[in-house]
């Protein structure tokens, strides 16, 4: 059987719950070959992120020149791609691409650290969007790239309106970082996936009380690429990613001493019929 390939174009994160290493998991538990291409070093944890390393944009450009000269790549996507120099190396290597873009508008890490200088916002959306299928922010990677807060239902039509302006064929705004009391008083979180031709979906999950959430948006965006790399339209690919995530968190564990990362491997354990690992 051949599996289809999905590249991720992300940090690293040592803590293996977010970036390359969330991703890498999350292909192969979909079932595809997972390429990297490697745009940030970061030495953090479960609690921080105490320093960054960058490569040069040359470097991540040649990582995916070699890459993409080799493999048929079904669908690929972005995350952190920390600088407005590396942005330009990655919109020029995917100028011309031929397969599915999932762009995560990687800003801030769950710890607070940031992971985009500010210098490069406004290259992340005139560069990157444009090339997008999809763009997948939470709430405050949303508001900052349209420039407004987010306060009513209405306020998230306008933003995701503004979204769609930048060049992106369709946006998915995630309901996880609105207010949590919220998510707790009804029970549940909605994602709002919204295409340019107004065609509009509203995911409904449970809510997961649980602060082992590191890497949720990686793993959520991952996943989405790589049911699109396996050939399904997009709603279906969103769906199914969802459902990836919220399996993961339902079955997330303490591990380490901050906000632990989700359950990457759930689907496996289910297979062997275990629950959640023991800590």
Known sequence: MAYPCALTIAGSDSGGGAGIQADLKTFMMQGCYGLSVITALTAQNT??????EAPT???????????????PLRAAKTGMLFSEAI??????????KDF????????VAQSGARLLLPEAVTALASRMFPLADLVTPNRHEAELLAAMPITSR????????????????AVLLKGGHFADGE??????????????DGREWELVRPHVATRHTHGTGCTLSAAIAAHLALGKALPEAVEAARDYLQLAL??????????????????YARLLGEGSPSH
Do not use: K, M, Y
């Open 47 to 52: 609690r921080a992120v105490t320093a960054i």
């Open 57 to 71: 944009p040359e470097f991540v450009a040649e990582q995916l020149r070699a890459v993409r000269a080799d493999f």
């Open 87 to 96: 942005i330009a190396a990655v919109a020029q290597g995917l100028s011309d």
């Open 100 to 107: 599915p873009l999932v762009v995560d508008p990687v800003c």
């Open 154 to 169: 209405a306020d998230a039509t306008t933003v995701i309106g503004r979204l769609l302006g930048l060049g992106a064929r």
């Open 183 to 196: 998510a707790v008083g009804t029970g549940f979180v909605a994602d709002r996936l919204v295409l340019a």
């Open 250 to 267: 339902e079955t997330a564990w303490e591990l380490g001493q901050g906000d632990g990362p989700v359950n990457h491997l759930a689907p």
